[in-house]
C-alpha cells in the first residue's frame, strides 16, 4: 500500500549547547522562539549566528530550539564546500570525529572542535504512523518524488518513536535536485 | 543488461555569443581555451565574468566555449536563489522566456533579457553508445547512483547523435544530493 508523507526542507541551521548560547549571547541567555517547528518540543529561534569556516563565512544562520546537550550545525553539502569544510553525512547527534568550526554572535565566540555535519536524509513517523505505513524505526526505506526532477531517494532513515510526527527531512541540496518547493510529498517505497 | 557511464558534474557556467563576448571582453576578443571538455570540440576558457542578479552576485564565473548563437547562463538552483532568480529547468538552447541577469567583464556589462537556466539533467551518447545501451536522442531514462546518498534520478534525458561522448550531466546540486565526488559511475535503467 502507498504511504505518502509531506516534506520538510531543511535550511542550513544549528542546535546549540547552554554554554555555547550563553559564550555567543551572554550569561545566562536564553533561547527566543518565533515559531513552532513539526516535530514536537522543536522551534525556530530569534537568534542567528556567523558560520565562520577557511575559506568563507555563512552570516546570519537561524539558530532551531531547544538547546541540546552538544552544538551541532547541519549544512547543505554546497554550503560546506562554500566554506571550506568537508562535512561528513551523519545521522543528528552523531559527532564524533566530525570537523569543527567558528561560531560568531552578538556576545562573543566560539571554536568548536567538532560539531558540522550534513543530515543524513530521514523521515520521522511517530509510532502509530510508521505501523500504518509498515515500517519501524532505523528502517532503510527509499522515497519517490514525482515532478520535472523527480527521483528515488534511496538509504532514507526511519526515525520513528514518541516526539515524532510523520515529515521527511531533506536538505537544500536534496530539495533542489528534485526540484521541490514548499507543500511537497514523497512516497515511500520498502 | 546494465549499461554505466561516467559521471560530469557541472559547476555554475555560461556560454557567451560573440557579441556579448565583445561586450563584456572588448571589440574583436577571442575566447582563451584552458582545458577541453569530453563533450567532444566543448572547452573551458580563462575568461570569467559576474553574474549580477537582484539580490546577490556570482563573482568569477567560468566561460565556456566555443561561442554559442545565444548566451546561456547554467546556474544550479541553489546558485540560483542565493542571487534571487527564478531560474527554470530547462534543456540547453531552450531560453525562450527564460528570465534575464546582469553580466559584468572586464570591458563592460551586458544587461540580459533571458538565458538563465537550470540544465536538465541529461546522458550524453555518441550513436554507437546509445545502440549498445538501447536507447535513442530524446528518450527519458533514469541513473542509479550507489552510496550513503544513494539515489536514482528519474526524467534523465538522452542526447546522442555525432559530438556526443558518453558521459551523465548533473549540476552540483545534483551531485550533492546523492554525495557525489569526482570519477564516480551511473548506472542507466530503462
Same mark, same amino acid.
Given at each position: 500500500m502507498s504511504y505518502k508523507a509531506p516534506i520538510g526542507l531543511s535550511n542550513k541551521h544549528l542546535h546549540l549547547s547552554q554554554a555555547d548560547l550563553e559564550a555567543l549571547f551572554g550569561k545566562g541567555y536564553e533561547l527566543h522562539p518565533t515559531k513552532d517547528l513539526k516535530q514536537p518540543g522543536q522551534f525556530a529561534c530569534e537568534e542567528k549566528v556567523d558560520i565562520v569556516g577557511p575559506k568563507n563565512t555563512l552570516k546570519g544562520i537561524r539558530v532551531l530550539g531547544p538547546v541540546r546537550p /552538544? @552544538?551541532? #550545525? /547541519?549544512? *547543505?553539502? @554546497? !554550503?560546506a564546500r562554500t566554506i571550506g569544510i568537508a562535512a561528513p553525512i551523519r545521522e543528528s547527534g552523531k559527532l564524533e570525529g566530525t570537523p569543527g568550526v567558528k561560531l560568531v554572535g552578538p556576545a562573543g565566540e566560539v571554536e568548536l572542535d567538532h560539531g558540522v555535519i550534513v543530515a543524513l536524509r530521514h523521515i520521522h513517523l511517530s509510532p502509530a504512523q510508521a &505501523? /500504518? *505505513?509498515?515500517?519501524? !524505526?532505523? !528502517? #532503510?526505506?527509499?522515497i519517490k518524488v514525482e515532478g520535472d526532477r523527480g527521483l528515488i531517494f534511496d538509504n532514507v532513515l526511519v526515525r520513528s518513536g514518541n516526539g515524532h &510526527?510523520? &515529515?521527511i527531512h531533506l536538505d537544500t541540496d536534496e530539495g533542489n535536485a528534485a526540484g521541490l518547493g514548499n507543500n511537497s510529498f514523497g512516497e515511500l517505497l520498502k
Open positions: /552538544e @552544538t551541532q #550545525i /547541519e549544512l *547543505a553539502m @554546497t !554550503d &505501523e /500504518e *505505513a509498515g515500517v519501524k !524505526d532505523k !528502517d #532503510i526505506v527509499s &510526527e510523520c &515529515e
